[in-house]
């Protein structure tokens, strides 16, 4: 995909190497219906990013700290919606919008991706918070500080590196959709439903640059997630580090005599 970005095609098949050429980067829009087709999926993947991570932060919170009345149940329903084939999620979405009267469009393929991405940002955030010391929360409840305080000041940094790859893999399923927003979809038109009707005709060089391009995102949010996460790291452990070491005596209490004996000169 990336190489194939910068072919130098003439026809409408980019499949053989025919020469370096910028031309497609600089003619990235060109395609007005292609852009369209990117803006609604990156409209819609922003968007169910959005709500998924904060539904499924407090959703995986909460099943790491609380014991309650269906809390297997839900355990049960998280994994089943991981654990469930697209086409069925797809058909039975498509069934339940059908049945209440719902028009298709970009909310209902914002309702199926919040329901397909929630699951795997709850179980990537509370995988992180179960390990997290109970200690530190009630030290700062101690100290004054509210339910919203220490959440942001003390949960979040802890959990941070979990909501961050929750909210990733949330963004890339949204973007890489396929199946379930055929179903729901409508007359929307998401970019992989455009690339694969463009597939009868030709697709167009532009689409590898566009790969490209969120490919690229993504990894620069990836490497900058893990270099603030073991600059953290590091930096927590320098403070913990840093402390200044008392003088000890030896098994002989040759430090505790030297000691005395240097009051005594001294007075």
């Known amino acids: 995909m990336i190489l194939f970005g910068f072919n130098d095609v003439q026809g409408k098949q980019n499949f053989r190497w025919e020469g370096f050429t910028l031309e497609w980067y600089a003619r990235l829009f060109d395609r007005s219906d292609l852009t369209r087709a990117l803006v609604n999926s990156l409209a819609i993947a922003f968007a169910s990013t959005a709500v998924t991570t904060v539904l499924g932060t407090f959703a995986g919170l909460a099943l790491a700290r609380y014991r309650f009345r269906g809390r297997r149940a ?11 084939p697209e086409l ?43 390990g997290l010391d109970p200690a530190v ?18 949960t979040l940094p802890m959990i941070r590196p979990g909501v961050v790859a929750g909210a990733l893999l949330a963004f890339v399923l949204s973007v890489d959709d396929f199946v379930v927003t055929s179903f729901t979809g409508g007359a929307t038109v998401t970019f992989p439903l455009w690339v694969y009707g463009s597939t009868r005709t030709g697709t167009p060089p532009q689409v590898n640059v566009m790969g490209t391009l969120i490919f690229a995102v993504g990894v620069l949010i990836a490497v ?44």
């Open 74 to 84: 839900a355990d049960l329903l998280l994994f089943m919606a991981i654990a469930c």
């Open 88 to 130: 069925v999620m797809g058909a039975s979405l498509l069934s339940m919008f059908v049945t209440f009267g719902v028009p298709r469009g970009a909310p209902t393929i914002l309702v199926a991706h919040v329901m397909f991405s929630i699951a795997f940002v709850t179980v990537t955030v509370r995988a992180r918070a179960v």
């Open 137 to 154: 929360g009630e030290a700062a409840r101690d100290l004054g500080a509210g339910p919203w305080m220490r959440f942001r000041l003390v």
């Open 224 to 267: 900058g997630s893990a270099r603030r996460t073991f600059r953290g790291r590091d930096a927590a452990g320098t403070g913990t580090g840093s402390g200044r070491a008392e003088p000890q005596a030896d098994g002989t209490g040759k430090g505790t005599h030297e000691e005395t004996d240097g009051h005594r000169r001294g007075r």
